[in-house]
């Protein structure tokens, strides 16, 4: 469950204007709820919670917290008013321990018991400011400085105010307050210079310098692509550089590294994705990370740990290791210059140890707990968590499943009780529960210690019960208004002591309202409303105020009989005094609350394929298209190859290319379920005569004895029924008996039996301009959901000119299936450039054959 957290500049800066008239606060107003309504398309946002904090003094900068609902949200939202100083520092502080308010309580933190990434509350701070001078009852203040005391108790167990699953966003208002002349730069959007930058950068986040509404709008699309299960965690390299690598993939010792000049990739400040589970929908995990000193009973307190782990790692090659039934946890790198360093060697069957410093007994560095490991696709690079020091665990367990047959001997249980002693006490028990689900004997005691002293437990416990009641104190003050200065008392002189029900107006009023008398017509300014008539009281009828029985007249017992059973067994269809019309309406402050309607509805069943992305929610506007290409975050822009985000080409349609008119051709589609049970994809493109029961299927495997009849000559079917030969621009009638469109007149094509094929030539320009066509066409159908993946193959099947080409075109589609994980399609591309690269090579052989034989 997502919270998002919005720290709102309530200074009186706030209230300057831009060219557009408004005010930044009223812009910051605005821009908050066009993120509510992007955040809405995606189905996940239904557990989202919301917050609102400003700059006003704690705790009355909380306005909306962990009880309030969100249309207590958006009221204070709209009633939030720019007066006071830029706390900044004080306003922050005020956030983070609001998101801390309950985690020493539910014990998420886990202190002295090691790291679990699965225990997590993923929460974005959203800050909108604009980044004018701090301000404060001191003076102004050059630099950021949040306060050090906190109310809430255990703050001192981590050393910064924040948490490793908590990041914080700026949207810096830069405004202007005249229109500018120059035209607005397109691109990404930069940090800003103010003080706020490095605290976003700090906990994982950036700045964002908005300079107009458009640069605003494209921060909010981003802002929303941020919100991830995840944590932050800090890698840095320990030992030497790796050797190079050749372009064969194997190390090149002749080739010098360099170890000591500092690169990018030395030291990253990245998020590990937290997926979870896709039954449960909660993050699931077996093994932490582990704490960076050694629990010890002769420990009076817990040394204070960062909020994000150290975790270093080793540039030595290593073997992964991995065994049946031992669990382990994988989480997927944020892209970095490590995961390109990582990538770009291309060596996805060696991977990299991780260790946390003094985590060990003996050992200063401590032992591996892990290892980092590029994808098979070389798509991401993930991180492995394993049992602590696995290098000596996997192979115990394996000879206690193999060789002795889950009876160990005396020999491998001095083994393990020697390896227990280089493990940490936390560690005990899921390695107990790990090896019960292997169905290992039990070789752990029963009497587990978890390494803490009793005095440092008790002091644990004694926080909770503080955190419950500082937590109290904090809820009860959300909604508050701060108490009012004490200004100078003015005499009263309206009502000079006397009563209103002695005014004479009001109860000449009275008798009015209960029928009594009649208004005057005199009194009453008709020109005001010119058209209007203006209704007269009937006398006959009055209002039914009765409270005895008998005061009712006999002639309307039966009428006032009926409307008290309409009152009493609710009958009606709206409430009483109210009617049809009125029954519908809903007040503007409520116009536009999703939120609330989308908690009424029943939980969505779960996807078939939890690998697929989740389609966008488009609620308003069924055609409404992703954003995507609004995308400015440039924190990618240096990741080149499977992750590199590729800006889309904007090649339009080429006039030259004609209509045509396509033929029914079917590529089967192959689920990744069977894929990965060892059936074996389809070698080519199309077949050059499709039987009827291939063209009939739809997503199922194809039988092995069809696979022969694809094509082996990458022959070019064409939607127009046209085959057009490697190294030719000529296309040739490819069907016995067909019809083929070109500008809207049909050419017959005969058999090719005593006759001579129809052949359209076709210039260099004209293939250009198809070509620019396909390579278009090809980036919209590979970003479509679903895997129905035959018009991509008949695009590819359509490009122009020789093997290379094609080959640069089958390239060009990997790199688009592997922004978007199609994995299954990367598979059969895969397959079709190794029938490229064997055909070009059988093409040269037959060359060099008939060159010898001439």
């Not at 060789?403 to 020999?411: A, E, S, Y």
């Not at 005001?528 to 002639?555: M, S, W």
């Not at 009125?582 to 394929?609: C, F, W």
């Not at 939890?610 to 992703?626: A, I, M, S, V």
Request: proline share 8%.
């Amino acid at each position: 469950m997502p919270i998002l957290l919005f720290l709102i500049d309530t200074s009186a800066s706030m209230n300057q204007r831009t060219d557009l008239g408004t005010s930044y606060l009223d812009i910051a107003k605005g821009a908050v709820e066009l993120f509510l309504k992007l955040r809405a398309r995606d189905p996940a946002s239904r557990g989202d919670r919301y917050m609102l904090v400003t700059y006003d003094e704690p705790p009355y900068c909380i306005k909306a917290g962990w009880k309030e609902n969100h249309a207590t949200f958006m009221s204070e939202l709209k009633n939030l008013q720019a007066s006071g100083l830029t706390t900044l520092g004080q306003a922050l502080r005020s956030s983070f321990d609001l998101l801390n308010l309950n985690r020493l309580i539910s014990g998420i933190d886990n202190y002295g018991q090691g790291r679990n990434p699965f225990f997590l509350e993923p929460s974005i701070l959203i800050t909108i400011t604009d980044g004018n001078k701090l301000t404060s009852t001191a003076g102004v203040q050059e630099e950021l400085h949040l306060p050090l005391n906190s109310p809430l108790p255990g703050s001192e167990l981590t050393k910064e105010p924040f948490r490793w699953d908590q990041r914080l966003f700026a949207l810096v208002l830069r405004l202007p307050g005249l229109a500018s002349t120059e035209p607005e730069q397109l691109g990404s959007v930069p940090t800003d210079e103010s003080a706020i930058t490095q605290m976003c950068e700090v906990t994982g986040g950036r700045s964002y310098c908005v300079r107009t509404q458009r640069m605003l709008n494209q921060c909010l699309e981003s802002l929303v692509q941020k919100i991830q299960s995840g944590v932050v965690i800090n890698f840095e390299k320990t030992g030497p550089d790796p050797l190079p690598v050749g372009e064969d993939g194997l190390t090149d010792s002749s080739r010098p590294g360099n170890s000591f000049a500092a690169q990018p990739w030395h030291s990253c400040h990245k998020l590990i994705y937290v997926r979870p589970n896709s039954k449960t929908g909660v993050p699931v995990g077996h093994w932490p990370i582990p704490e960076s000193f050694w629990p010890d009973q002769n420990l009076p307190s817990l040394p204070p740990r960062t909020s994000h782990p150290v975790v270093r790692f080793s540039c030595v090659d290593c073997e992964p290791m991995v065994i049946d039934k031992l669990p382990f946890d994988k989480y997927e790198l944020e892209p970095s210059p490590l995961t390109q360093y990582i990538l770009e060697r291309k060596s996805p069957h060696t991977c990299w140890q991780v260790f946390v410093t003094s985590s060990g007994k003996y050992n200063e560095l401590g032992y591996p707990f892990g290892y980092l490991k590029a994808s098979t696709t070389l798509t991401c690079v993930n991180l492995f968590v394993m049992p602590y020091n696995y290098p000596v665990l996997l192979p115990l367990l394996d000879d206690l499943f193999k060789v002795h047959k889950l009876k160990p001997n005396l020999k491998w249980r001095q083994a393990f009780d020697s390896y227990l002693k280089t493990l940490p006490p936390y560690y005990l028990l899921p390695l107990k529960k790990a090896l019960r689900m292997m169905g290992a004997p039990n070789l752990i005691s029963d009497n587990l210690d978890c390494g803490l002293s009793y005095s440092v437990i008790s002091y644990l416990k004694k926080l909770s019960q503080q955190t419950k009641l500082e937590s109290e104190r904090i809820l009860a003050s959300v909604g508050k208004k701060p108490p009012q200065e004490i200004g100078i008392k003015v005499k009263n002189h309206s009502g000079g002591g006397v009563s209103l029900t002695h005014s004479k107006n009001f109860r000449k009023l009275l008798k009015e309202i209960i029928g009594e008398s009649a208004p005057r017509l005199t009194e009453l300014n008709t020109k005001e409303f010119a058209g209007f008539q203006l209704g007269l009281l009937n006398k006959d009828l009055k209002p039914q105020t009765y409270r005895n029985a008998y005061d009712i007249p006999r002639r309307g017992l039966l009428d006032q009989l009926t409307r008290m059973r309409s009152n009493l067994l609710k009958t009606h269809k709206f409430i009483v005094g109210q009617d049809e019309d009125s029954l519908h309406s809903v007040p503007v402050a409520q116009m536009g609350n999703y939120q609330e309607y989308l908690k009424t509805l029943a939980s969505p069943l779960r996807e078939i394929d939890p690998d697929q992305p989740k389609r966008l929610h488009t609620f308003g506007n069924p055609f409404k298209q992703d954003k995507k290409g609004m995308m400015i975050d440039e924190a990618d822009e240096f990741v080149a190859g499977p992750q590199n985000k590729v800006k889309r080409p904007g090649e339009a349609s080429s006039p030259l290319s004609p209509k045509r008119r396509r033929n029914v051709t079917v590529i089967p589609e192959v689920h990744e379920e069977k894929m990965e049970n060892g059936q074996i994809p389809p070698d080519g493109f199309l077949s050059k005569s499709a039987p009827p029961e291939l063209m009939n299927m739809a997503g199922d495997g194809i039988p092995h004895n069809q696979l022969d009849s694809l094509s082996d000559d990458f022959a070019s079917l064409r939607k127009d029924g046209l085959i057009h030969k490697p190294g030719t621009n000529a296309l040739t009638g490819g069907s016995k008996n067909g019809s083929v469109s070109v500008e809207d007149r049909k050419v017959s094509v005969t058999s090719a039996l005593g006759t001579v094929p129809n052949t359209l030539q076709i210039t260099p320009a004209m293939a250009q301009g198809i070509n620019a066509d396909i390579k278009h066409q090809l980036m919209k159908e590979v970003r479509k959901f679903g895997r129905k993946y035959e018009r991509i193959f008949i695009l590819l099947e359509e490009v122009q000119g020789p093997l290379a080409v094609k080959k640069q075109f089958v390239e060009f589609t990997i790199k688009e299936a592997a922004r978007f994980k199609r994995r299954v399609l990367i598979q059969y591309l895969e397959k079709v450039l190794e029938k490229i690269d064997s055909h070009h090579h059988l093409n040269n052989v037959n060359h060099i054959n008939s060159r010898s034989l001439c």
